[in-house]
């Protein structure tokens, strides 16, 4: 009896550290993509990062963004259509240039989860007041995805890659963009 009461006690008690762990390992995981950017490792931020599913994410948003701002109120714009075609001739082959380690360590390293739109300006480094580490909300989101939100409201979004770690698939962009 006694050593089943163990036996059962062990292996409770095992669940319960895993349980805790997986359930902990997305702080592990913003804590290690801290570590590469602050050694300037983009091989270790590029091993975080699933590029072509983040890749999908910008264009989408990106795309999205310039269509509502060619079918702003004021009437029917014709060129409309060419403009949307035009934008994601565009976007394309910038996002696929510019979506990259050295692209997210900056994000991470200065808490702004951005990418500036074709003409327009990216928002000047000193405009808000610098911490000596951007401060991050991370929040669960499903079992599966979990966001780190930054200081000017974009999410990095992170899909499960296993028991224990999580890769980088998408980015929400703040909402005043």
């Known amino acids: ?5 163990v036996l059962t006690t062990a292996a409770v008690g095992a669940l319960l550290a895993v ?4 359930i902990a390992s997305p ?7 801290r570590a590469a950017v602050e050694r300037h490792d983009g091989g270790a931020v590029a091993e975080q990062v699933d590029f072509p599913a983040l890749r999908t994410s910008v264009k989408a948003q990106m795309l999205a963004s310039m269509k509502a701002d060619l079918d702003k109120p004021g009437g029917a714009n014709p060129f409309a259509e060419f403009g949307t075609k035009l934008a994601q001739a565009l976007v394309d082959p910038l996002v696929d240039a510019v979506v990259s380690p050295a692209a997210v360590a900056a994000m991470v390293e200065h808490g702004r989860i951005s ?3 074709p003409g327009q300006a990216a928002p000047a480094p000193d405009a808000e007041p610098v911490h000596d580490k951007p401060r991050f909300a991370l929040r669960y989101r499903s079992w599966d995805r979990f966001a780190i939100t930054g200081e000017d409201g974009g999410s990095f979004v992170f899909r499960r890659d296993g028991l224990w770690t999580w890769k980088l698939a998408a980015i929400e962009m703040a909402a005043d963009r």
């Open 19 to 22: 349980a805790a762990t997986s």
């Open 115 to 117: 990418i500036a739109r």
């Open 27 to 33: 702080w592990w995981t913003l804590h290690r993509l």
């Open 1 to 5: 009896m006694n050593r089943t009461r």
